[in-house]
């Protein structure tokens, strides 16, 4: 019995109102309603409809149209609807039901089907993917014009294939060989490069007493893949080759003579994330980026790296979290997560060696078969991750050499990485896609205010809600911290918090203190940054805390300083690197005003211990840090 308003994208867009097709519109407003259902729960603003129908050639008409869709939307949907599009901050938030989408119903039963092969139950993982399979309808999002549906189509593309290739994989392991070999040959054909298929289809060969065909479909491969990509079939191809020749390939008996057999279980299916956010304001276009990099590494066949940089308090680690959860459903067999301490609050970075061993133990490796060294279990890891795919989330790294061993090594999975420093040597050597998150934009800001505060309360106040943003530096942190401080003191009225913490006997970072949890407080998260630095880059440091500017010139520093400027440069570069400067221009750099109180602090109790810079006089004589509209300004006492 069907119920409400129910979508559908698997195929042509729909929309059924009590299980009756009402016609979801012409092709753009089909567009539209695209764009709001990947986005549901989530504001999407009216430049941002134009970009996904148009792209960059949209007609000054452009928006009026898109106001038009919306209006035929909301009309079919209804006013008693179970689903709703309403007016939010100059764009457009899709209310729905979860399971009012088709797309939404066919990720849970894949993941129930994962569950099933985690555990063995290969007949009912094989019976849930077939039932997934039979819920598209064509091509997804077919007659959708645009850039975003073009892109869409190739992501759910690839959500099919893996399931299909999910379900023959199942076949093949309950013997099911003759079957599978009928539809992995048809999508050989149609993915003659795609290996893992091949695998697939050269192992249900074999299994049905084809070896000499298993051969030729290698040998075929290998030809092309050198031919088309100028590369050497993947190390997991290249075994189960040697496999098939040497007759050491152990294959299930075949289903004929498998019934009442007992299963074997396969290897676990860890599920490591981390609790997802409710919701993360921004980012829309780094997670994109992240989807992107993922869909191009499938089309190679590589793995997919990206690292997660910025200053601290900037939000890397909730960006990876949210981002690993919203790709978790093309990783079926797994997701790792391991914090590596590179910048915590303990004394050491984690060894790999024994991040390593987690990682195995919750791939079923026992205790007594562990190897010794960090190189050795590598070797495991990758080997179990061979022909999987598998999702690692490498939190807080503190260098590449500390991740060499614990990247996955075949196409199909991804590694997400975050670290306070910039990771050059995993740019450089594992084309790893970085990324830099800056602090929110001020529209985001609000936004993360009014969700975490009430829209009445926020909109009660907005000078007082833009003081706030600005003394929190637009960072995600600090605004957290100030949004959990309001939400326990309800009766306070928010220009009364900004009073508070603009008070001119406190320091500003003290409004962003947490005595609960050292990981929330903007001091302590900065000051793990800060112990990175060497002394010479912890000196100029401090000593900027002397320029009036929150924008400043490489030869500004270095005439202030007394120093060579090619010298300040390349100390400039770390504290880059570090992400407490950003680099503007050419020789030309800022920092955040809330970095800013950090160096002034260090510096005036640089006095005390005789480490401070050049400057420490100057910041110590009787300077009040004042930081207003992203400016550190100065006021020297009898002044």
Same mark, same amino acid.
């Given at each position: 019995?069907?119920?409400?308003?129910?979508?559908?994208?698997?195929?042509?867009?729909?929309?059924?109102?009590?299980?009756?097709?009402?016609?979801?519109?012409?092709?753009?407003?089909?567009?539209?309603?695209?764009?709001?259902?990947?986005?549901?729960?989530?504001?999407?603003?009216?430049?941002?409809?134009?970009?996904?129908?148009?792209?960059?050639?949209?007609?000054?008409?452009?928006?009026?149209?898109?106001?038009?869709?919306?209006?035929?939307?909301?009309?079919?949907?209804?006013?008693?609807?179970?689903?709703?599009?309403?007016?939010?901050?100059?764009?457009?938030?899709?209310?729905?039901?979860?399971?009012?989408?088709?797309?939404?119903?066919?990720?849970?039963?894949?993941?129930?089907?994962?569950?099933?092969?985690?555990?063995?139950?290969?007949?009912?993982?094989?019976?849930?993917?077939?039932?997934?399979?039979?819920?598209?309808?064509?091509?997804?999002?077919?007659?959708?014009?645009?850039?975003?549906?073009?892109?869409?189509?190739?992501?759910?593309?690839?959500?099919?294939?893996?399931?299909?290739?999910?379900?023959?994989?199942?076949?093949?392991?309950?013997?099911?060989?003759?079957?599978?070999?009928?539809?992995?040959?048809?999508?050989?054909?149609?993915?003659?490069?795609?290996?893992?298929?091949? +695998?697939? =289809?050269?192992?249900? *060969?074999? @299994? $049905? #007493?084809?070896?000499? /065909?298993?051969?030729?479909?290698? %040998?075929?491969?290998?030809?092309?893949?050198?031919?088309?990509?100028?590369?050497?079939?993947?190390?997991?191809?290249?075994?189960?080759?040697?496999?098939?020749?040497?007759?050491?390939?152990?294959?299930?008996?075949?289903?004929?003579?498998?019934?009442?057999?007992?299963?074997?279980?396969?290897?676990?299916?860890?599920?490591?994330?981390?609790?997802?956010?409710?919701?993360?304001?921004?980012?829309?276009?780094?997670?994109?980026?992240?989807?992107?990099?993922?869909?191009?590494?499938?089309?190679?066949?590589?793995?997919?790296?990206?690292?997660?940089?910025?200053?601290?308090?900037?939000?890397?680690?909730?960006?990876?979290?949210?981002?690993?959860?919203?790709?978790?459903?093309?990783?079926?067999? +797994?997701? =790792?997560?391991?914090? *590596?301490? @590179? $910048? #915590?609050?303990?004394? /050491?970075?984690?060894?790999?060696? %024994?991040?390593?061993?987690?990682?195995?133990?919750?791939?079923?490796?026992?205790?007594?078969?562990?190897?010794?060294?960090?190189?050795?279990?590598?070797?495991?890891?990758?080997?179990?991750?061979?022909?999987?795919?598998?999702?690692?989330?490498?939190?807080?790294?503190?260098?590449?050499?500390?991740?060499?061993?614990?990247?996955?090594?075949?196409?199909?999975?991804?590694?997400?990485?975050?670290?306070?420093?910039?990771?050059?040597?995993?740019?450089?050597?594992?084309?790893?896609?970085?990324?830099?998150?800056?602090?929110?934009?001020?529209?985001?800001?609000?936004?993360?205010?009014?969700?975490?505060?009430?829209?009445?309360?926020?909109?009660?106040?907005?000078?007082?809600?833009?003081?706030?943003?600005? =003394?929190?530096?637009? *960072?995600?942190? $600090?605004?957290?911290?100030?949004?959990?401080?309001?939400?326990?003191?309800?009766?306070?009225?928010?220009?009364?918090?900004?009073?508070?913490?603009?008070?001119?006997?406190?320091?500003?970072?003290?409004?962003?203190?947490?005595?609960?949890?050292?990981?929330?407080?903007?001091?302590?998260?900065?000051?793990?940054?800060?112990?990175?630095?060497?002394?010479?880059?912890?000196?100029?440091?401090?000593?900027?805390?002397?320029?009036?500017?929150?924008?400043?010139?490489?030869?500004?520093?270095?005439?202030?300083?007394?120093?060579?400027?090619?010298?300040?440069?390349?100390?400039?570069?770390?504290?880059?690197?570090?992400?407490?400067?950003?680099?503007?221009?050419?020789?030309?750099?800022?920092?955040?005003?809330?970095?800013?109180?950090?160096?002034?602090?260090?510096?005036?109790?640089?006095?005390?211990?005789?480490?401070?810079?050049?400057?420490?006089?100057?910041?110590?004589?009787?300077?009040?840090?004042?930081?207003?509209?992203?400016?550190?300004?100065?006021?020297?006492?009898?002044?």
């Amino acid at each position: 019995m069907h119920a409400g308003v129910e979508f559908s994208v698997l195929g042509p867009v729909r929309l059924y109102k009590e299980g009756v097709e009402a016609g979801a519109g012409q092709p753009r407003q089909c567009a539209v309603l695209a764009s709001l259902l990947f986005r549901a729960g989530r504001p999407v603003s009216l430049s941002r409809l134009v970009e996904d129908v148009w792209g960059e050639d949209a007609p000054p008409s452009a928006v009026g149209s898109v106001r038009t869709y919306v209006y035929r939307i909301r009309q079919a949907l209804g006013e008693h609807s179970d689903s709703s599009v309403s007016l939010v901050d100059g764009g457009y938030l899709l209310r729905i039901r979860p399971d009012a989408l088709d797309l939404n119903r066919f990720k849970e039963k894949t993941a129930r089907a994962r569950e099933a092969r985690g555990t063995g139950d290969l007949a009912s993982a094989a019976s849930l993917l077939t039932e997934s399979l039979e819920m598209w309808k064509g091509v997804p999002l077919a007659g959708v014009p645009g850039p975003f549906a073009e892109q869409r189509r190739g992501v759910l593309g690839e959500l099919r294939l893996a399931c299909a290739e999910e379900r023959l994989a199942c076949d093949v392991d309950r013997g099911h060989y003759i079957e599978a070999v009928t539809e992995l040959s048809a999508l050989h054909v149609e993915h003659p490069l795609r290996e893992r298929i091949c +695998g697939l =289809l050269m192992t249900a *060969l074999y @299994g $049905a #007493g084809r070896q000499s /065909e298993a051969l030729t479909i290698y %040998h075929a491969t290998s030809h092309l893949l050198r031919q088309s990509l100028g590369v050497s079939p993947s190390q997991d191809l290249q075994q189960v080759h040697e496999r098939i020749l040497s007759g050491r390939f152990q294959l299930p008996p075949s289903a004929e003579h498998s019934k009442g057999a007992p299963r074997t279980p396969r290897l676990h299916v860890p599920a490591q994330l981390p609790a997802a956010l409710p919701s993360l304001v921004g980012r829309e276009s780094e997670q994109e980026q992240v989807e992107r990099l993922f869909t191009a590494a499938e089309a190679s066949s590589s793995v997919a790296i990206c690292t997660v940089g910025g200053l601290a308090g900037v939000g890397k680690t909730a960006f990876a979290v949210t981002a690993a959860h919203r790709l978790a459903d093309r990783f079926p067999d +797994g997701q =790792l997560f391991a914090d *590596l301490q @590179g $910048a #915590g609050p303990e004394a /050491e970075p984690r060894d790999p060696a %024994h991040v390593l061993e987690g990682f195995l133990r919750s791939l079923g490796v026992r205790l007594e078969d562990m190897p010794e060294t960090a190189q050795a279990r590598g070797l495991m890891f990758r080997g179990l991750l061979a022909d999987r795919r598998v999702l690692v989330v490498l939190d807080n790294v503190w260098s590449t050499d500390q991740l060499k061993h614990l990247l996955p090594g075949s196409a199909g999975s991804m590694a997400l990485v975050t670290s306070r420093m910039q990771l050059h040597a995993l740019v450089a050597a594992y084309q790893a896609l970085p990324l830099t998150l800056g602090p929110l934009s001020l529209s985001d800001a609000r936004t993360l205010l009014e969700r975490r505060l009430g829209a009445a309360r926020t909109a009660a106040e907005p000078e007082a809600v833009d003081r706030i943003i600005r =003394l929190a530096g637009q *960072l995600p942190l $600090a605004l957290a911290n100030v949004a959990a401080r309001a939400a326990y003191r309800p009766q306070l009225r928010l220009a009364g918090l900004a009073d508070e913490y603009e008070a001119p006997e406190r320091s500003i970072l003290d409004a962003f203190a947490s005595e609960e949890d050292r990981a929330l407080d903007v001091r302590e998260s900065i000051t793990r940054s800060y112990r990175l630095l060497d002394t010479e880059t912890a000196a100029l440091f401090r000593d900027l805390s002397a320029c009036p500017d929150p924008v400043f010139a490489a030869s500004q520093i270095a005439n202030l300083a007394g120093r060579p400027e090619g010298r300040v440069r390349q100390v400039l570069s770390r504290l880059t690197r570090a992400h407490l400067v950003s680099e503007v221009g050419p020789g030309r750099y800022s920092w955040n005003r809330l970095v800013a109180a950090y160096a002034v602090e260090k510096a005036g109790r640089g006095l005390f211990d005789r480490a401070a810079g050049p400057f420490a006089a100057r910041a110590g004589a009787g300077i009040d840090a004042v930081v207003t509209g992203g400016t550190l300004l100065r006021r020297r006492h009898g002044r």
